[in-house]
């Protein structure tokens, strides 16, 4: 089985920014579309943003202009660049796919274990 693995959460002020990435446990061939999702401290997990196989990307209407997704295709990872963050921007970040394949098979609906961003007013 192959996991994703977040990194690059943690503590800033407002205004401030951060890159989250994403990566895969082990090589894999091929991903479908990536996404980051995010769980807020009201609980509510919402879709952060996606990017497809194409490199079409896709963003919450309130996170547009801030947030920035982009994959690197050949390491099937993904980032997520947050600017001018908010305190409400603070919750747990989730890497995701639609599907993978790998040399353990084809996965689907795979979730990272989340990394922490907190934002100080």
């Known amino acids: 089985q192959v996991q994703l693995v977040e990194s690059g959460g943690g503590l800033v002020e407002a205004g401030e920014s951060l890159t989250l990435s994403c990566a895969t446990s082990?090589?894999?061939?091929?991903?479908?579309?990536m996404s980051w999702y995010r769980q807020t401290l009201d609980n509510q997990r919402e879709l952060v943003a996606d990017?497809?196989?194409?490199?079409?990307?896709n963003y919450a209407d309130s996170l547009r202009g801030r947030f920035t997704i982009s994959r690197d295709f050949a390491k099937n990872t993904i980032s997520l660049q947050m600017n001018s963050l908010k305190p409400e921007d603070t919750g747990v970040y989730y890497c995701?796919?639609?599907?993978?394949?790998?040399?353990?098979?084809?996965?689907?609906?795979?979730w990272g274990q989340g990394t922490q961003v907190t934002v100080s007013s």
């Open positions: 995701h796919a639609e599907s993978l394949a790998s040399n353990w098979g084809a996965q689907r609906d795979i």
């Open positions: 082990r090589p894999i061939f091929s991903a479908s579309t």
């Open positions: 990017i497809d196989r194409s490199g079409s990307t």
